[in-house]
Structures are given as structure tokens and as C-alpha cells.
């Protein structure tokens, strides 16, 4: 069943590797609470404490916004196929836009993407698995290529106005100072 753990052991980090999508959760102090879905090649484990992950443009920026008020982080794995398991990181984060040194620091951890917007670093306090007995069995297919391909397609310029459109105010209104300098 569950156990508690003070950090990232062999066993967590090959489970980990080896999911196609994770979810990370987020709140401010008011406002809603947010779970997104991440997917693509777009995790790294550091050490057993620090974890990375790229940020890539979306319709929203909940993360990035949650993050400035209140830097608590939950992010979850669970397993679709093989031995069943959920696992949870918590912790503290921080975000780097592509103007930071953070962002600079990490960025060649990941292939190219023409989205990338952010890179969030966590500080893992600790790791929590449990059993997943529920979770369904779902066979993996593919990644999606849609959100990239668009991202390409769009260049830089239309990925900034992108941002500028949809990118800059939570849902909330807080602020993701994506386009601060």
C-alpha cells in the first residue's frame, strides 16, 4: 500500500520515467485551484529532491500565475499500464520564463520546442505512493503532435502575441508576468 518517502528513490524515478503524462496542481491563497495535465517529453528528475519540468503555451497560464502568490506544488503520476500505482511529488516551485538564467540553466535538459514557455523547478519535500487499485487500464498509443505542430507553425512573433492574448492573467486575473521583462 501507500508509503511516505523524503524523496526520489531508483524505484520512484523509473516509475516516473517511464508515464507519458503527469498532472500538476496549483492554488493561490483565493481563487480557483488548478490541475493541469502535462504530457510530451517534458520531465526530469534532478536528484531525489529537484525536479524540472518545461512549460509549454497553452490556452491558459494557472501554473505560472499560482506560483507567484503561493509556491506549494502537488504534481501526480499514476500508472494506466502495468503495476498499479499513484505517486505524488509536493513541494515548493518556482517558475523560470525564457529570460531567466533558470530557464537557460535547464533548457537544454529537453528537445527543441518551438511552445516552450516556461521552465518550473521543484524543490520535493515528499514523495507519497499509493496503491491506484481504481485506476483504469488504458493502453498508450501515441503523443499528440497537435500542440507542437501549431506551436511551429506559429513562429515566434504569434507565439508572443499568443501570450499577450490569453497568457498574461489567470483565470483569476493574477498575474503570470509572462511578458515582464
Keep these: 500500500m501507500g ?8 524505484e520512484q524515478r523509473s516509475f516516473i520515467e517511464n508515464q507519458h503524462i503527469f498532472f500538476v496542481g496549483t492554488a493561490a491563497s483565493d481563487g480557483r485551484v488548478n490541475i493541469s495535465p502535462k504530457g510530451t517529453d517534458s520531465f526530469r528528475v534532478i536528484n531525489e529532491n529537484k525536479v524540472v519540468w518545461l512549460n509549454l503555451t497553452g490556452s491558459g497560464n494557472e501554473t505560472a500565475a499560482h506560483l507567484i502568490k503561493n509556491n506549494r506544488m ?6 494506466f ?3 498499479p500505482m499513484i505517486l505524488r511529488l509536493y513541494g515548493n516551485a518556482k517558475i523560470f520564463h525564457k ?3 533558470g530557464f537557460k540553466k535547464y533548457a537544454h535538459l529537453f528537445p527543441p520546442n518551438a511552445g516552450a514557455r516556461q521552465i518550473i523547478e521543484m524543490q520535493v519535500d515528499l514523495v507519497q505512493t499509493s496503491c491506484g487499485f481504481a485506476v483504469p487500464f ?3 498509443k501515441e503523443e499528440r503532435t497537435t500542440l507542437n505542430l501549431w506551436a511551429e507553425k506559429q513562429g515566434e512573433e ?3 502575441e499568443y501570450w499577450k ?15 515582464k521583462e
Excluded at 508509503?3 to 531508483?10: A, D, F, Q
Excluded at 502537488?74 to 500508472?79: Q, R, Y
Excluded at 492574448?165 to 511578458?179: M, P, R
Design 3 to 10: 508509503k511516505k518517502l523524503p524523496g526520489i528513490g531508483s
Design 74 to 79: 502537488t504534481i501526480m503520476f499514476c500508472a
Design 158 to 160: 504569434k507565439i508572443r
Design 81 to 83: 499500464e502495468g503495476k
Design 138 to 140: 488504458m493502453d498508450y
Design 165 to 179: 492574448n490569453k497568457n498574461t492573467q489567470s483565470i483569476d486575473g493574477f498575474e503570470t508576468k509572462i511578458l
Design 99 to 101: 529570460r531567466d538564467e
